[in-house]
């Protein structure tokens, strides 16, 4: 049985947005059944009248009650149970009937709609450790991400401080060339110096950065992964794409190597909008709507001097 806050967004979906019962199932991801019960619609529903008993029939109360008490049990478990109360079905039939029954235990999150331009998310990936002459390094990586066209921008740092997201934030913007109207981050230790509800305090270098720039900072709401599902993916991709089959010896050569592997790989996949486009002619498209980039550069030296010194730490190497 679905739940309450499940039923009234199907009936919202069904009977003022004028969504089909196979969209919304799709989308809800439950079963067709379980929408047409939601909104009992009758002429959707008039053929159930017209066909014949099932031999699953007489234990739906039973079911019903089991996967109320128990909403996660398995398929294969209430088979067992049925066939030591006469039940002769199978569990392929079982499972069916078990699918349209269960309640719904997924969270429904809408799907983010982002204009051109509009925001771009960011976040911190971990890649292990490298051997930095005698020492052995963990070696981050800052990924910024456009969720309009997935264009994005990597670049690898020795630690995760304040400096290098700075540093690196204003390499994705003038590698872009101009700036989205604000920047969504999950909520890093660096930034976010403290944080009561929704009442959010920014370190000062970011709001000084991103003043310079014309953007705003903004954190993702507290256990909202969805929020930066969009560089997660990104995050994923570059793992699988990229890092499993790099080999490098410097921090500089690694990023040489994973710029050429945006440019040659990253931008020429197909865009989700529109397969006829890549994320690169994607992008392309997009780039007039971000805002133009200052006149000058930041004027932040010591965030400068202290970032060149990672990349002239020698004998990088790969574990």
């Known amino acids: 049985m679905l739940n309450e806050k499940i039923r009234t967004l199907v009936r919202h979906l069904f009977y003022a947005e004028h969504w089909k019962i196979g969209t919304i199932a799709q989308e809800l991801q439950i079963h067709a059944d379980a929408v047409r019960y939601a909104i009992k619609a009758d002429r959707f529903c008039a053929h159930a009248r017209t066909m014949r008993a099932t031999i699953n029939d007489p234990y739906l109360p039973f079911i019903r009650q089991i996967l109320d008490q128990h909403p996660r049990l398995r398929a294969t478990r209430i088979h067992d149970m049925l066939v030591e109360r006469g039940y002769s079905g199978s569990v392929t039939q079982l499972r069916r009937v078990v699918?349209?029954?269960?309640?719904?235990?997924?969270?429904?999150?809408?799907?983010?709609?982002?204009?051109?331009?509009?925001?771009?998310?960011?976040?911190?990936?971990?890649?292990?450790?490298?051997?930095?002459?005698?020492?052995?390094?963990?070696?981050?990586?800052?990924?910024a991400f456009l969720p309009y066209s997935r264009n994005m921008y990597v670049e690898f740092f020795f630690e995760q401080g304040l400096e290098n997201f700075l540093r690196a934030l204003a390499h994705a913007f003038e590698h872009w060339n101009g700036?989205?109207?604000?920047?969504?981050?999950?909520?890093?230790?660096?930034?976010?110096?403290?944080?009561?509800?929704?009442?959010?305090?920014?370190?000062?270098?970011?709001?000084?950065?991103?003043?310079?720039?014309?953007?705003?900072?903004?954190?993702?709401?507290?256990?909202?992964?969805?929020?930066?599902?969009?560089?997660?993916?990104?995050?994923?991709?570059?793992?699988?794409?990229?890092?499993?089959?790099?080999?490098?010896?410097?921090?500089?050569?690694?990023?040489?190597?994973?710029?050429?592997?945006?440019?040659?790989?990253?931008?020429?996949?197909?865009?989700?909008?529109?397969?006829?486009?890549?994320?690169?002619?994607?992008?392309?498209?997009?780039?007039p709507r971000l805002l133009p980039l200052p006149a000058h550069p930041p004027n932040n030296d010591e965030l400068m001097q202290s970032c060149e010194m990672t990349r002239q730490l020698p004998g990088l190497r790969r574990r």
Not at 255 to 261: E, H, I, L, S, T
């Open 99 to 143: 699918a349209s029954l269960r309640p719904s235990c997924r969270e429904p999150f809408p799907r983010l709609q982002t204009f051109p331009g509009e925001r771009c998310q960011v976040d911190w990936a971990h890649f292990g450790e490298v051997n930095v002459g005698r020492a052995r390094l963990l070696l981050s990586g800052f990924v």
């Open 179 to 287: 700036v989205p109207r604000s920047v969504v981050e999950d909520n890093l230790g660096s930034v976010v110096l403290e944080r009561r509800g929704t009442q959010i305090t920014f370190h000062p270098r970011l709001l000084e950065l991103c003043t310079h720039y014309h953007c705003i900072p903004r954190p993702c709401q507290v256990r909202a992964p969805q929020q930066k599902g969009c560089v997660d993916r990104a995050i994923r991709f570059l793992r699988e794409s990229y890092w499993a089959g790099s080999s490098f010896t410097t921090l500089e050569e690694c990023n040489r190597q994973v710029w050429q592997w945006c440019e040659q790989v990253a931008d020429r996949r197909p865009w989700p909008g529109d397969d006829r486009l890549t994320v690169g002619e994607a992008f392309a498209q997009e780039q």
